[in-house]
């Protein structure tokens, strides 16, 4: 599962946000146009820390394993145009903490961090008198890629060989 969906599991059940509250930056979504809470969610980097290649033999063959662990970098932006962004800013944290949220750390193999800083962004906003307050969580993850390795008696082809004659002799593999 994706972090930003996985993020959007835990902060729509833990903070029961209605349908269509919680969502990505840059995704196809009109922004609410009531005053009421509303959540964004933007991934800002990923610093890889672990870039592992391995191999397995498996009854079909030679498997190529590849791991990597990174940390992501993500803002979580509270807005709302009443209070409400600033009175619940502290639920995303406490979301982040809940046996819900370590339940699926787990099952998804990663960690959230649960301790951040919660910064008014407000002033960001000047024109539309939003209350925005952000973020900035770093998810642990690893992400594994197992692919099939042909050996080298697999590949088919052709080969020309000259001797020491100068004859050339055509070979298919």
Not at 83 to 89: F, K, L, M, P, V
Not at 97 to 112: F, G
Not at 152 to 173: A, P
Request: hydrophobic residues 35%.
């Amino acid at each position: 599962m994706r972090t930003l969906d996985l993020l959007k599991l835990i902060l729509d059940k833990e903070m029961q946000l209605p349908v269509g509250r919680c969502f990505a930056y840059n995704t196809e979504v009109d922004l609410p146009k009531d005053d009421k809470l509303f959540i964004v969610m933007s991934l800002v980097s990923k610093l890889p820390y672990s870039n592992i290649t391995k191999h397995r033999n498996t009854a079909n063959g030679l498997e190529q394993v590849q791991t990597m662990n990174l940390s992501e970098d993500i803002i979580i932006s509270v807005v709302s145009k009443n209070t409400d962004a600033r009175e619940r800013c502290h639920e995303v944290l406490m979301a982040l903490n809940s046996d819900y949220s370590q339940i699926l750390q787990e099952k998804e193999h990663m960690h959230i961090s649960t301790i951040s800083e919660i910064v008014d962004s407000s002033f960001l906003e000047a024109t539309s008198i939003l209350n925005r307050f952000d973020i900035r969580c770093s998810v642990i993850r690893s992400y594994e890629k197992v692919t099939s390795v042909d050996y080298y008696d697999k590949f088919s082809g052709q080969t020309w060989v000259e001797n020491n004659y100068n004859d050339v002799t055509k070979n298919t593999l």
